[in-house]
């Protein structure tokens, strides 16, 4: 499996942007399609953003979509994804993960590689 790390998170305030990006080694970067997931505290991890293995398709829960972009740069091994006009209900963990399916995947089981996560927290 790939290993991923992600960075990026912080605290930052209501209204603010943040990028947040995971850096991919051990495994050719454009065999796996990419997405984020969330975990908010006492609740279960949620699917946020995919992108597929070009970046050509992408893919957004509602709860993001309009405010988020996810890309990837597959010569640098690395997928983004850049959040506007945060709000502190985006207050979470965020992993990034990779699977070898070529479709987009909203379910954790799809994906076989997780990275260890990076905390955001928006302040309101």
């Known amino acids: 499996q ?17 990028i947040l990006s995971c850096a991919a080694s051990g495994r050719p970067f454009s065999d796996y399609s990419m997405a984020w997931f969330r975990q908010a505290p006492g609740k279960e991890r949620e699917f946020v953003a995919f992108i597929s293995f ?7 829960a509602e709860s993001v979509k309009g405010r988020s972009t996810i890309s990837r740069d ?19 963990v965020y992993y990034c993960a990779g699977s070898m399916y070529g479709t987009v995947q ?12 990076t905390q955001v927290t928006v302040s309101s």
């Not at 070009?54 to 957004?60: D, I």
């Not at 909203?106 to 996560?117: I, K, L, P, R, T």
């Open 2 to 18: 790939v290993q991923l790390v992600e960075s990026g998170g912080g605290l930052v305030q209501a209204g603010d942007s943040l």
């Open 106 to 117: 909203f379910v954790e089981s799809a994906y076989g590689s997780w990275g260890q996560g």
């Open 54 to 60: 070009s970046g050509r398709n992408t893919h957004y």
């Open 74 to 92: 597959n010569a640098k091994s690395t997928v983004y994804l850049q959040m506007n006009r945060l709000r502190p209900e985006d207050t979470a």
